[in-house]
Nanobody, 121 residues
Framework: QVQFVESGGGLVQPGGSLRLSCAAS????????IGWFRQAPGKEREGVSC????????YYTDSVKGRFTISRDNAKNTVYLQMNSLKPEDSAVYYC??????????????WGRGTQVIVAS
């Protein structure tokens, strides 16, 4: 059974940092691109970042470039999203997903349940 467990979310002040983790079980991440998405109340799910399966090519949406870093540890079957200089507009539920490289949610067909990130003073 394919399962993702996201962790690392929480409440943080503006300017702070969080590291999200996405641990997979039931399959090997190595062969899949992994994406991080977020969805704020009343908004569509947005592609934040993704990393390719084999050569580590990464994508970041413009609003997080220079602040967020995606990485993967295939030995641990885990992908991370390091988030620095957080802003209130980063507040959302963050999801990880496995699929084909790209920023569109339609590229991905296995999803975690999400972890809440709240950036507030």
């Amino acid at each position: 059974q394919v399962q993702f467990v996201e962790s690392g979310g929480g409440l943080v002040q503006p300017g702070g940092s969080l590291r999200l983790s996405c641990a997979a079980s039931g399959f090997t991440m190595d062969y899949y691109a992994i994406g991080w998405f977020r969805q704020a109340p009343g908004k569509e799910r947005e592609g934040v970042s993704c990393i390719s399966s084999s050569d580590g090519i990464t994508y970041y949406t413009d609003s997080v470039k220079g602040r967020f870093t995606i990485s993967r540890d295939n030995a641990k079957n885990t992908v991370y999203l390091q988030m620095n200089s957080l802003k209130p507009e980063d507040s959302a539920v963050y999801y990880c997903a496995a699929g084909l490289y790209g920023s569109s949610p339609t590229n991905y067909d296995s999803w975690g349940r999400g972890t809440q990130v709240i950036v507030a003073s």
